[in-house]
């Protein structure tokens, strides 16, 4: 099964031109924001709010990290994009290959083929392997707030003991 392939239809090309678009938008977030001393976190310079599992929970959810990951390694930070997140640099490449093949699909005006048993394989096993190592290190990492979601939860004990 070829990964290009030819096609009659726009679909698939249009498809494509969303996916590295979306490539280009992450990539561009990444390269603007700082990755975060902490290792976790990034993802509130954009104004979103703490990941409910660290706040809740004192522990990082599968997903904890990978902004860190993704921006400490668009900044050359490659030590801390392993350490955020173990696959967070695994899972770029890997997002921006797929960004490049649409690409390449774009401008030859082929389908990139992502529906082979092959590649069902593979998304299924890094699906796997993401969500093991996700469990595992909830199961196995404790005391993981940063110094910023300690406070959050102080405030919201104390806003709660005051009641």
């Not at 392993?82 to 770029?92: A, C, D, N, V």
């Not at 997002?95 to 990139?112: E, N, R, Y």
């Not at 083929?113 to 404790?142: E, K, S």
Request: aromatic share 14%; glycine share 10%.
């Amino acid at each position: 099964m070829p990964l290009l392939e030819p096609t009659d239809s726009r679909n698939p090309i249009t498809f494509q031109t969303f996916w590295f678009g979306c490539w280009l938008a992450v990539t561009g977030i990444a390269l603007y924001l700082n990755p975060s001393a902490d290792g976790h976190g990034t993802h509130q310079q954009l104004g979103l709010s703490p990941c409910p599992s660290a706040l809740i929970l004192n522990r990082p959810c599968p997903g904890c990290g990978l902004t860190t990951s993704w921006t400490a390694l668009v900044h050359g930070q490659f030590e801390r994009s392993f350490e955020s997140h173990w696959l967070g640099p695994f899972l770029y490449l890997i997002f921006t290959w797929s960004a490049f093949m649409a690409l390449a699909g774009i401008v030859t005006k082929q389908k990139f083929n992502t529906d082979g048993p092959i590649m069902n394989r593979c998304m299924i096993a890094l699906g796997v392997v993401f969500f093991v190592y996700g469990f595992g290190r909830m199961a196995l990492v404790n005391d993981f707030r940063s110094p910023k979601e300690r406070m959050i939860i102080e405030n919201v004990r104390h806003q709660f003991g005051q009641k």
